[in-house]
């Protein structure tokens, strides 16, 4: 028997072929997407303008199915962790974060990741599989129902959750498709964002494919640091990485900018020297209005060897960023008591990359 394609994990311009395969008409796509994104309705059955006949080949031969949550954790400062099974005793996390004017969901693009950051909690479970485009969109439906039930909405998603959005470029960009198709999620553009390590040909990629935000993973300001941090870099180093990200800015018809994240690791990256060398760098490359900058504390998890920059490091930090004219600010943690916080979101992965990474 012939697993059910999971129509969960199609754009439009896929419902659409999928639905000439079956004879049906165009405009059949746009009814079912709205259903699902609009209506919640996963039930084939329930899709009461379809005929029976399809609405029976369709349970036949296709499902809507969300994927398994385990548990829901609910911080004291209002933050959602979701723990969603993927099979083979595999699981991954997906994060809201509620602000005053917005929230934003942070989901997981692998089960895992392989890039081994030494200051990331994901990074020490190794890495088991890409998601597919329907595990991804499927986090973004369990926790719009969630929260649904609240009277809260999501505004922004971002692709910072567990595992590196760009080695598993095509499922994300179908995803990001469907966020930002009306028919579906609607979100604009700029309130959708890919995060990278600095895959410098997906980067390129991406620029002239999805119309969305970046974001990169920098957290240091030249490449003997950065080798020992995002240890990727060693294959794309930051001066690879600072073209493929000008790339970026001019490959679309719109205005463009990029966010670049930086963990604050006490006598690691947080000194002064490091502030002024990561200022050159990024006036170097960057105008003021194209790039930013977000000091992200160090949130800390078991097996670590890092520490936190204290408040004084990080003001001084931040100071000397401004000073120079880059636009800078200081993430707030969120959730780090139920473990949601950045840099902490491990879930339960079956390592396949057959590396030992951070043990020592």
């Known amino acids: 028997m012939l697993e059910k394609q999971n129509l969960l994990g199609l754009t439009q311009s896929k419902f659409k072929d999928f639905f000439s395969d079956l004879s049906e008409k165009p405009f059949r796509t746009k009814q079912i997407m709205q259903w699902i994104y609009h209506q919640?309705?996963?039930?084939?059955?329930?899709?009461?303008?379809?005929?029976?006949?399809?609405?029976?080949?369709?349970?036949?031969?296709?499902?809507?199915?969300?994927?398994?949550?385990?548990?829901?954790?609910?911080?004291?400062?209002?933050?959602?962790?979701?723990?969603?099974?993927?099979?083979?005793?595999?699981?991954?996390?997906?994060?809201?974060?509620?602000q005053k004017e917005r929230g934003t969901l942070c989901i997981s693009s692998q089960v895992g990741c392989s890039l081994a950051c030494t200051f990331c909690s994901t990074g020490h479970q190794g890495f088991n599989r890409n998601l597919k485009?329907?595990?991804?969109?499927?986090?973004?439906?369990?926790?719009?129902?969630?929260?649904?039930?609240?009277?809260?909405?999501?505004?922004?998603?971002?692709?910072?959750?567990?595992?590196?959005?760009?080695?598993?470029?095509?499922?994300?960009?179908?995803?990001?498709?469907?966020?930002?198709?009306?028919?579906?999620?609607?979100?604009?553009?700029?309130?959708?964002?890919?995060?990278?390590?600095?895959?410098?040909?997906?980067?390129?990629?991406?620029s002239d494919t999805v119309p969305v935000s970046l974001a990169i993973s920098l957290h240091a300001p030249e490449d003997e640091l950065r080798d020992i941090l995002v240890p990727i870099n060693k294959k794309y180093p930051i001066k690879e990485l600072m073209k493929a990200c000008h790339y970026y800015l001019n490959a679309g018809s719109q205005e463009r900018h990029i966010l670049f994240e930086y963990v604050m690791l006490e006598n690691v990256n947080d000194s002064v020297e490091n502030a002024k060398t990561l200022s050159k760098l990024l006036n170097f490359w960057f105008d003021r209005e194209s790039a930013k900058v977000n000091l992200i504390p160090f949130n800390p998890f078991p097996e670590t060897q890092y520490k936190t920059s204290?408040?004084?490091?990080?003001?001084?930090?931040?100071?000397?960023?401004?000073?120079s004219g880059i636009r800078t600010t200081t993430r707030r943690t969120r959730g780090d008591d139920v473990d949601a916080a950045c840099g902490q979101l491990a879930g339960k992965v079956i390592d396949k990359s057959r590396r030992n990474v951070g043990r020592n």
Request: charged share 20%.
């Open 133 to 206: 485009t329907h595990e991804i969109i499927g986090q973004v439906l369990v926790a719009k129902n969630y929260l649904a039930q609240e009277n809260k909405r999501i505004s922004n998603v971002v692709f910072m959750g567990m595992g590196e959005p760009l080695l598993n470029e095509s499922p994300v960009y179908d995803a990001c498709q469907i966020l930002l198709d009306d028919w579906a999620f609607g979100l604009s553009r700029r309130r959708v964002t890919v995060s990278s390590s600095g895959i410098v040909p997906a980067l390129l990629r991406m």
């Open 40 to 98: 919640g309705v996963y039930n084939f059955g329930d899709m009461h303008n379809f005929s029976k006949a399809l609405r029976d080949k369709l349970d036949s031969i296709a499902s809507l199915d969300l994927p398994e949550v385990i548990s829901t954790n609910n911080s004291k400062d209002g933050v959602v962790k979701w723990v969603i099974k993927l099979g083979e005793n595999n699981h991954i996390e997906t994060v809201y974060i509620p």
């Open 310 to 323: 204290n408040n004084k490091s990080i003001d001084k930090f931040q100071d000397i960023l401004h000073r």
